[in-house]
Structures are given as C-alpha cells and as structure tokens.
C-alpha cells in the first residue's frame, strides 16, 4: 500500500503531474541517450544477424495469443510472460503487431501491452493447447502441488466456480483504460472496469477529484474544473483530525457520485463486482485536506443493513497515497462504526490480496496489544465485546499465530510475553491511530 511526492513508483505506478505547461512533454532520446550515455553510443557496430535467424524470427510473426516468451520489463531486465492478446499498430505495416502481456511471476495488475522490440524472440516456447498442457501438467503434479495451484489461480475469487472464473478472466483479461488523471496526479491502472461503451477507445480518462465525473480529454477537465463548485465528496463530514477528513456520503441521496467511485475503484480491484445499484451502500471517503480543497486518498464502502454481520464492502487507498498507514485508518475505522453501533464485524469476502495482508496485519496488532497488557484469563467472546472483531476472525487470527491450544474440548489461548511481542514485531507499525473523540455519526438505521 507510494509516496505522495516520488516522480515515478514502478511498484504503485503513480506519479506527480509536472507544471501545466510541460505536463506532456516527451522524452529526447537523440539527446540525452540511455542511462546518461551519449547519443553517439548508438552508432557501435552491431554483429550482423545471419538470413537464417532472420528468417526463423519472420516465420514466428505474428506471435500467437498463447506464446510464452521473455520480455524487458521497467526494471530493464528480462522476466516469462505469456501473450495475452494481440493488435495491429495503428501505423505500422501489416504484419506489426503489439501485444498484451502477462508477467507469470508477478499479480495482474501489472499486465501491459508491450512492443515487438521487449521480446526476445529467441525464447520464444512452442504454442501448446492449454487443456494438453493442463492435463500433461497435473499427471505430473503431487495431490498437494495442485492444491497449491488452484489456490493461487482462485485466490480473490473464491467465490467463482470454475466457469465463471474462466469467464471473469476473459472478460477483463485486457485493462481497457491505461491511465487516469485525478487531481495532481496520473495513475498507471490495474486492472479492466466495466466503463460505458462510447470510453471503449480511450486509454486515459480524466477525472475531477471532487465529483469524480471522468471525461475523455484534458480540455474537457479544464471546463468542468471552471463550473464545479464542489470542494469535498457530496457527503456529511463525520471526522475531523488535523488535516484528515472522513466524508459519509449516501449511495441513494448521491446515485452518480457512488457510481463513479465504482468505476474508479473497479480499475484497481480485481475480484469485487461491480455495484450499479449503490442506493444500498453507504461509503466513507477518507481525505487530505488543503487550502484547494479535500482530495480523496481512499475509501471503503458497507451495506446499510447486512444480515451477515459485515461492517466493509470494498476497500481501497489509491496508489498515490498507499504504504502511508491509511488502509490500516480504514479499517480501523470501519470497527470503529461498528462499536458505535454495538455490533461486531467483519469484511465482506472475498478479500483483494492486499486486504487480506491488511486486515491479518490489524487484527494481529489489536489482539496482541490486549493480550499483552491484560491480566488473567481472557475469553474469545471478551476480546470480541471488546474490539467488535467476529469471534470467527479472532480464532482464525490466534491459531495462525499458533496462540490458541484446544484442552478439555474448549479453546485456551496461551499468551507468552515474549512470543506477543516477537509476533507483534512481526505485524510491523499500526499506521495512523483514529481520534474516536473527533468522530461524530449516528448509526444509519437511527438517522432521520
């Protein structure tokens, strides 16, 4: 979970936009050459390729949806990836193809169309059906290695059988949109969100920060910009702390603004669904707030009344602002509501990759920090009342840390000094704390 001011994070694709004035200004390659090399280091001789290999690399052109091949990376080096898709340049010849790529060793998020001259065509694999594949594959695979597998290629969608998860995988297996611009800054996207048709030929989208409408040109932007008058999400503010705000905005007073933000988060969030129907939801928007305005850093959203005892839908910190302790204010925070409304949580599954990490990370710290400073026996229940946490995720958490021992049919939880604090250690920093003085809000169901 980027720093707010790096020029470019490679990890979270963000960066600060310059100056208006050199906003898009490109790189010279004739004059400043590659990492500080002068422009003449590109006229060394080069070895002349022989007709044999040059006839070899034609013959594998274009290369086929499927190929499994090496490409240069932003790390300058070589990683396998797989061809994902594949298109014609809009102005190269009519066999010039760039193609859509999927680094095998690294999360979708990551996945790019890339140029022929990325690709070592020298490690070019032969195309094999993948059910071939799959099923020479698995006769080889021990019972425990295909679990393993299969763990992997579901995880975030647990909740898909087989079929649909094909089906999700082909349907947003190519990010349609590659960059957004949201305030100051332009952000590399994910993954695929389900825009409306007349953005399908965009690859950046342009959104205002306050109301989130996106619009397809800077020029656009710049209009709006002029006739906006709001400076904050649509939405009560139910939390003031230094510059930090908490925005409670209602799906069904703000229909539009609650479906933007789902397009918006849909580009970073692969396994959610995307909600049309946002009058059920309630979301709370996290901001920094300036003398320009709040701008929105992330948010989470939850049911007005859900019968599974969930108290987070969604959750998100965008990537210019992660690795700041924020997902851990919201997640905090959304426990927080829940003590105010005298009920345990717990979030929605299934949770992202990164939320999982998170919501591990804010259990094990909160258990932790109470085992260690309490006296005597403690139940499960106890800790429940106490935190708002569902008794199901504090056992989980507790036999994950291998702190839960089961003696005389019930559960014993064996808190050693020095055990808690090697595991809180372990947890690393709790992120930013939640002022429960500042938060004011009443619970939905008593509101009106």
Same mark, same amino acid.
């Given at each position: 979970?980027?720093?707010?001011?790096?020029?470019?994070?490679?990890?979270?694709?963000?960066?600060?936009?310059?100056?208006?004035?050199?906003?898009?200004?490109?790189?010279?390659?004739?004059? %400043? *050459?590659?990492? +500080?090399?002068?422009?003449?280091?590109?006229?060394?001789?080069?070895?002349?390729?022989?007709?044999?290999?040059?006839?070899?690399?034609?013959?594998?052109?274009?290369? &086929?949806?499927?190929?499994?091949?090496?490409?240069?990376?932003?790390? =300058?080096?070589?990683?396998?990836?797989?061809?994902?898709?594949?298109?014609?340049?809009?102005?190269?010849?009519? %066999?010039?193809?760039?193609?859509?790529?999927?680094?095998?060793?690294?999360?979708?998020?990551?996945?790019?169309?890339?140029?022929?001259?990325?690709?070592?065509?020298? /490690?070019?694999? #032969?195309?094999?059906?993948?059910?071939?594949?799959?099923?020479?594959?698995?006769?080889?695979?021990?019972?425990?290695?295909?679990?393993? @597998?299969?763990? #992997?290629?579901?995880?975030?969608?647990?909740?898909?059988?087989?079929? !649909?998860?094909?089906?999700?995988?082909?349907?947003?297996?190519?990010?349609?949109?590659?960059?957004?611009?949201?305030?100051?800054?332009?952000?590399?996207?994910?993954?695929? /969100?389900?825009?409306?048709?007349?953005? %399908?030929? =965009?690859?950046?989208?342009?959104?205002?920060?306050? =109301?989130?409408?996106?619009?397809?040109?800077?020029?656009?932007?710049?209009?709006?910009?002029?006739?906006?008058?709001?400076?904050?999400?649509?939405?009560?503010?139910?939390?003031? /702390?230094?510059?930090?705000?908490?925005?409670?905005?209602?799906?069904?007073?703000?229909?539009?603004?609650?479906?933007?933000? =789902?397009?918006?988060?849909?580009?970073?969030?692969?396994?959610?669904?995307?909600?049309?129907?946002?009058?059920?939801?309630?979301?709370?928007?996290?901001?920094?707030?300036?003398?320009?305005?709040?701008?929105?850093? +992330?948010?989470?959203?939850?049911?007005?009344?859900?019968? &599974? !005892?969930?108290?987070?839908?969604?959750?998100?910190?965008?990537?210019?602002?992660?690795?700041?302790?924020?997902?851990?204010?919201?997640?905090?925070?959304?426990?927080?509501?829940?003590?105010?409304?005298?009920?345990?949580?717990?979030?929605?599954?299934?949770? /992202?990759?990164?939320?999982?990490?998170?919501?591990?990370?804010?259990?094990?710290?909160?258990?932790?920090?109470?085992?260690?400073?309490?006296?005597?026996?403690?139940?499960?229940?106890?800790?429940?009342?106490?935190?708002? @946490?569902?008794?199901?995720? @504090?056992?989980?958490?507790? $036999?994950?840390?291998?702190?839960? $021992?089961?003696?005389?049919? $019930?559960?014993? @939880?064996?808190?050693?000094?020095?055990?808690?604090?090697?595991?809180?250690?372990?947890?690393?920093?709790? *992120?930013?704390?939640?002022?429960?003085?500042?938060?004011?809000?009443?619970?939905?169901?008593? $509101?009106?």
């Amino acid at each position: 979970m980027g720093s707010i001011d790096t020029p470019k994070n490679p990890e979270n694709g963000s960066r600060t936009l310059p100056p208006a004035t050199d906003a898009y200004a490109t790189y010279d390659g004739d004059k %400043n *050459g590659i990492d +500080g090399m002068p422009a003449r280091a590109t006229e060394m001789t080069l070895p002349v390729e022989s007709e044999a290999i040059k006839k070899r690399r034609a013959s594998m052109l274009p290369l &086929e949806v499927g190929t499994r091949v090496l490409c240069r990376w932003r790390d =300058c080096k070589y990683h396998p990836v797989k061809v994902i898709e594949r298109r014609k340049m809009q102005f190269g010849g009519s %066999n010039e193809y760039e193609y859509y790529v999927h680094y095998t060793e690294f999360n979708r998020r990551l996945d790019e169309w890339v140029k022929l001259e990325q690709l070592d065509l020298d /490690s070019v694999e #032969t195309v094999v059906d993948e059910k071939v594949e799959d099923k020479v594959t698995s006769l080889k695979m021990t019972r425990h290695q295909k679990r393993k @597998i299969d763990e #992997t290629h579901v995880e975030g969608h647990e909740e898909l059988d087989a079929a !649909s998860l094909r089906e999700h995988e082909e349907f947003t297996k190519v990010k349609n949109i590659a960059t957004i611009e949201l305030g100051r800054y332009e952000i590399e996207t994910w993954y695929f /969100s389900p825009f409306p048709p007349e953005y %399908n030929d =965009c690859l950046r989208l342009y959104f205002c920060e306050f =109301c989130l409408n996106f619009m397809k040109r800077k020029e656009q932007l710049q209009r709006h910009m002029k006739k906006c008058d709001l400076k904050h999400p649509p939405g009560d503010e139910i939390y003031r /702390s230094g510059t930090l705000s908490m925005f409670e905005v209602d799906g069904k007073k703000n229909k539009v603004y609650g479906q933007n933000l =789902c397009y918006l988060a849909k580009l970073f969030l692969d396994h959610k669904t995307l909600y049309y129907d946002v009058d059920l939801f309630l979301f709370y928007i996290l901001c920094e707030c300036d003398d320009r305005g709040c701008h929105m850093v +992330g948010y989470f959203s939850k049911e007005k009344h859900s019968e &599974e !005892s969930y108290n987070l839908a969604c959750i998100l910190t965008l990537p210019p602002y992660q690795r700041k302790g924020y997902g851990k204010f919201l997640i905090a925070f959304s426990y927080e509501l829940s003590k105010k409304e005298s009920k345990v949580g717990t979030p929605e599954r299934p949770l /992202s990759d990164l939320g999982l990490l998170s919501y591990r990370g804010y259990w094990t710290r909160v258990l932790l920090d109470i085992l260690k400073r309490h006296k005597g026996n403690i139940s499960i229940k106890e800790l429940s009342d106490m935190t708002a @946490i569902k008794a199901e995720d @504090i056992l989980t958490t507790l $036999q994950t840390l291998e702190l839960i $021992q089961y003696r005389k049919g $019930q559960h014993v @939880i064996c808190a050693d000094p020095k055990v808690l604090d090697r595991h809180l250690k372990a947890a690393g920093r709790g *992120g930013l704390e939640v002022d429960v003085s500042k938060l004011i809000w009443t619970p939905y169901k008593e $509101q009106g």
